[in-house]
T-cell receptor
Framework: GAVVSQHPSWVICKSGTSVKIECRSL??????MFWYRQFPKQSLMLMAT?????????EQGVEKDKFLINHASLTLSTLTVTSAHPEDSSFYIC??????????FGQGTRLTVV | RKEVEQDPGPFNVPEGATVAFNCTYS??????FFWYRQDCRKEPKLLMS???SGNEDGRFTAQLNRASQYISLLIRDSKLSDSATYLC????????????FGTGTLLAVQP
């Protein structure tokens, strides 16, 4: 089956810095990637849908200027958390999947902003 | 109303017990249904897809009732290794193709 590789698995950064998270589809080309965020004891919340070669679609309440998504190739989507603050500390995870099928998730990135 | 609602947890059960999770979804146009398992600090992993005819995989049985917009998961003969959070997941399909996650139910199987 498809494999999605996400890096880094964890990162600690200082407040005000930017962090880039990469999500790579290894087995087949993913025209669409989904980015989620999960706070402790909560479920995954969709942040944005990343489409290859076009602008990402953001969910309501998600700041597109703060969470920059780039999907320049069929195998790579990136999420950059700009000017990170402690409240951005969370578990970020990507997935890809076609209609009617299961989603394949990356391993997730645990971001801690200090 | 939440788009996907699950039993409040946690469920604490002894080894060997049978445990049932319930889930309801609000969008009648939803296309696909899944149960995922998520271990602490890990990504969700597919446990099983859910079909209208019902499906079984070893100790796990999933049921879907489209008319009631209800999904269930039954785990028989619980093992310690079944301890995890179980997520009910619905795919909207169509143009969005989005997955909507329930908040999950924590299962703790006790020795």
């Amino acid at each position: 089956g498809a494999v999605v590789s996400q890096h880094p698995s964890w990162v600690i950064c200082k407040s005000g810095t930017s962090v880039k998270i990469e999500c790579r589809s290894l087995d087949f080309q993913a025209t669409t990637m989904f980015w989620y965020r999960q706070f402790p004891k909560q479920s995954l919340m969709l942040m944005a849908t990343s489409n290859e070669g076009s602008k990402a679609t953001y969910e309501q309440g998600v700041e597109k200027d703060k969470f920059l998504i780039n999907h320049a190739s069929l195998t790579l989507s990136t999420l950059t958390v700009t000017s990170a603050h402690p409240e951005d500390s969370s578990f970020y995870i990507c997935s890809e999947g076609q209609a009617y099928t299961e989603a394949f998730f990356g391993q997730g990135t645990r971001l801690t902003v200090v | 109303r939440k788009e996907v609602e699950q039993d409040p947890g946690p469920f604490n059960v002894p080894e060997g017990a049978t445990v049932a999770f319930n889930c309801t979804y609000s969008n009648s146009a939803s296309q696909s249904f899944f149960w995922y398992r998520q271990d602490c600090r890990k990504e969700p992993k597919l446990l099983m897809s859910v079909y209208s005819s019902g499906n079984e995989d070893g100790r796990f049985t999933a049921q879907l009732n489209r008319a009631s917009q209800y999904i269930s998961l039954l785990i028989r003969d619980s093992k310690l290794s079944d301890s995890a959070t179980y997520l009910c997941v619905v795919r909207e399909g169509g143009a969005t193709n989005k997955l909507i996650f329930g908040t999950g139910t924590l299962l703790a199987v006790q020795p």
